[in-house]
């Protein structure tokens, strides 16, 4: 519901959160049942227990106020699957895929110049016909 001053100022309608407080204090509920039901610890179940879109919650996080609570919480979040795979809590499947998909965790990738690691400051310093020479598999040196 939109308040008065929100309305006469052409705002929209006003936040759901207006207090870090409050917000901090749900957060930590939403932990707390998750512990004792079992439940997983995931940003989207977050989201949803704020009354908040994955993106309304990352807009919260923009907000200098809010910004450490929503880092922490979605830091809890990484960690709880985390250790749920090591565990075998989950299976490593559906976790691999919420890291990389929800929490921007990226594959590992080592290229290599024969026998040696390939730095990027040596990659900067390559021509373009040795850096496609290593794409390709073959060195040109």
Known sequence: MESEENVKRGRGRPRKW???DAMAEAIE???DHCEST???RLITSLSLHLGLTREGLREYGLR???SDMIRHAHERCVDWLFVASIRGD???GPSIFALKALH???DRVDVT???KPLTREAALN???AELLAIAEGSSSK
């Open 64 to 66: 200098e106020e809010y």
């Open 104 to 106: 921007r965790f990226t």
């Open 29 to 31: 509920q939403f932990f």
């Open 90 to 92: 989950t299976a490593p």
């Open 18 to 20: 207006e207090s870090p």
């Open 113 to 115: 110049s024969g026998d």
């Open 38 to 40: 079992g439940n997983p």
């Open 126 to 128: 390559m021509s373009d």
